[in-house]
């Protein structure tokens, strides 16, 4: 029976977590955020210079005209690069979460079944009691999700 609770506890915090109408989870202290944000402006700031590096190797080997559509074509490489590289990660994390629900949900499912079959027979000997309970239940579970709202 603990088990049973603890997991449904589990899929609560995994819903809230996973689910789309609440808040991120904030993995990042201001400290790791302020870092991860300067390095991200010094990796472009280098790629800057790379680019402009290349157009003057590009200039002393062809005309302006050539050297700045290969520098441009060198632009849009690296775009490209970093757009598929964002779309990879994003359906790696898509598939990671999806997998992970699945992984709740069956758990959960299996649970119920199991207590369902645990309270089965205790609610067909007593079943004015058993409506007792899940009424007050309701009317508990009914309370915390309008005070939660």
């Known amino acids: 029976m603990k088990a049973v609770l603890a997991l449904a506890a589990e899929q609560m915090i995994m819903s809230k977590l996973l689910g789309g109408s609440h ?3 904030n993995i990042f202290g201001k400290a790791e955020k302020a870092v991860a944000t300067i390095s991200a402006f010094l990796v472009i700031l280098g790629l800057g210079f790379l680019i402009y590096a290349a157009h ?7 005309e302006p005209n050539m050297a700045a559509a290969y520098t441009g074509l060198l632009i849009i490489g690296v775009s490209l690069v970093a ?3 964002l779309y990879a990660i994003f359906l790696y994390k898509t598939r990671k979460i999806r997998n992970l629900k699945s992984n709740v949900f069956e758990t959960v499912s299996g649970s119920v079944e199991e207590l369902i079959d645990e309270l089965a027979e205790p609610i067909k000997n007593h079943p004015k009691t058993a409506m007792a309970v899940a009424s007050i239940l309701g009317l508990v579970l ?3 999700i309008r005070d939660s709202l």
């Not at 003057?56 to 062809?62: C, E, G, P, R």
């Open 142 to 144: 009914a309370d915390r």
């Open 23 to 25: 808040k991120h989870v």
């Open 56 to 62: 003057l190797t590009f200039l002393q080997n062809f």
């Open 83 to 85: 757009i598929i590289s």
